[in-house]
């Protein structure tokens, strides 16, 4: 006896159930071709654990500011800076403006004779240069004019006027004298060379004088 045709309801069923069944063979092949990572390339990223507060407080601080410089006129200190001399540090120059004698305190020189002692230390530094010694002591270099009065200086000393040094170099003034009258023949400066038993005296006073104490 042939088989009677499934009813509508039956073969929207089986249908259906054929169709699930393609989809899953589908899903599985599909899943299986998917280009999963070889496991022992895959690069594992660790999380650092979040900071301690100890650290915490250090990320949150901000860096202390540079102190700020201080503004105002310039000091003769500064100025003598300013020119990045060889072999003498300001703090050399100014020593000698220190200094006190028969009860005078001397002092720096006012600031409209600042320009008067570049040129001088110019010839200082270049003796030293020269000497390859040191430069042992500035024993003399501003003057006020109370303070040379006490020294016994002479009235219109150059020293007054901030053209004037005294210097003692190492191994004696004798190579110190020669060399300063060496520089000066070679027209490095115009000024007063003067020889003494421990020190030598320049000035670029503009016009030359030699002598010996």
């Known amino acids: ?47 650092p654990p979040p900071p301690t507060p100890a650290e915490q407080l250090v990320i949150d601080t901000p860096p202390p500011a540079a102190p700020a410089r201080p ?51 110019f010839v200082a530094d270049e003796i030293r240069e020269r000497l390859g010694r040191p ?18 200086g002479a009235s219109k000393s150059w020293h007054t006027q901030n053209t004037a040094l005294d210097l003692v170099y190492e191994g004696g003034p004798k190579e110190a004298y020669a060399i300063a009258c060496q520089l000066r023949d070679e027209g490095f400066f115009r000024g007063g060379i003067g020889l003494y038993r421990t020190f030598i005296h320049i000035d670029t006073r503009g016009k030359n004088a030699t002598w010996r104490g």
Not at 72 to 89: K, V
């Open 135 to 152: 430069l042992n002591l500035i024993t003399s270099a501003y003057r006020s004019p109370a303070y040379n009065k006490a020294c016994g």
């Open 1 to 47: 006896m042939p088989e009677s045709p499934p009813s509508p309801s039956r073969r929207r069923w089986m249908e259906s159930a054929a169709l699930l069944t393609v989809g899953s063979a589908f899903s599985a092949k599909a899943i299986s071709n998917l280009p999963w990572p070889n496991p022992s390339k895959v690069t594992v990223v660790q999380t």
């Open 71 to 121: 503004t105002g006129p310039p000091t003769y200190e500064d100025f003598i800076a300013s020119f990045a001399l060889r072999h003498i540090r300001p703090h050399e120059l100014i020593n000698p403006h220190r200094q006190t004698t028969r009860g005078i305190e001397n002092t720096l020189p006012p600031q409209h004779l600042w320009s008067k002692m570049p040129a001088s230390l």
